[in-house]
Each structure stands twice: as structure tokens, then as C-alpha cells.
Nanobody, 120 residues
Framework: QLQASGGGLVQAGDSLKLSCAAS????????MGWFRQASGKEREFVAA???????YYKDSVKGRFTISRDNAKNTMDLQMNTVKPEDTAIYYC????????????????WGQGTLVTVSS
């Protein structure tokens, strides 16, 4: 029900936009978020956005990443600017009726992930 796209190989300092398409209008009332998982590490919170556009960010991406959503189109984007090698990970979009911003286990629906690789 969630489809993430937009990943790829970029160089440090470049920009990249990830997109997440959700099926079903019900998601327009849910918190939506992006998580990432680097090789050998646990999945971590990146950014989230409420149904009324309140945004939340991991400290290390503040000022570089921007999360947005279009409830009419059931889509969510993550604009990634000035990417760094440490941003390399598989990025997942997620949502859930009772989702809590940074708690991955509180999200019910997950996309399949899209790989972002940042070369130095």
C-alpha cells in the first residue's frame, strides 16, 4: 500500500528526492514518516509529517532534508539536499493510524524501501 521511489547513486553534496505513493485515501489522516537503515545498523527515524503538515526531523538531517505531503494525491516526498556519505541507507516510508513520530514499531504500513548511496 506504500511504494517508495527515487533512490540512486549520488555524490556528496548533491540533491535527491524520494517519493512515497500511498494507496487509499485513509492515509491522508495519518502521520507519515521516513526511516532509513544502513548496512549493519538498526532502522532509524529520519523525518515525519502529520496530516496537518507539522514536521519532525532527525537532528542530523535538519536544514538539509525537507519532508512534504500532498493529501489530495496520497503522496509524500523527502527532498534531500547536501547529502553526505553517512546518509547512505535504504530509505523506507511508513504510516499508521497510531504512529508515534520516532517509534518505528508504531507504524503499521511500510513501503519496500529505496536505496540511496552517497559517494564521497
Amino acid at each position: 500500500q506504500l511504494q517508495a521511489s527515487g533512490g540512486g547513486l549520488v555524490q556528496a553534496g548533491d540533491s535527491l528526492k524520494l517519493s512515497c505513493a500511498a494507496s487509499g485515501a485513509i492515509f491522508s489522516h495519518y502521520l507519515m514518516g521516513w526511516f532509513r537503515q544502513a548496512s549493519g545498523k538498526e532502522r532509524e527515524f529520519v523525518a515525519a509529517i502529520s496530516w496537518d503538515d507539522i514536521t519532525y526531523y532527525k537532528d542530523s538531517v535538519k536544514g538539509r532534508f525537507t519532508i512534504s505531503r500532498d493529501n489530495a494525491k496520497n503522496t509524500m516526498d523527502l527532498q534531500m539536499n547536501t547529502v553526505k556519505p553517512e546518509d547512505t541507507a535504504i530509505y523506507y516510508c511508513a504510516t499508521g493510524r497510531y504512529a508515534t513520530v520516532q517509534l518505528a514499531t508504531s507504524y503499521d504500513y511500510w513501503g519496500q524501501g529505496t536505496l540511496v548511496t552517497v559517494s564521497s
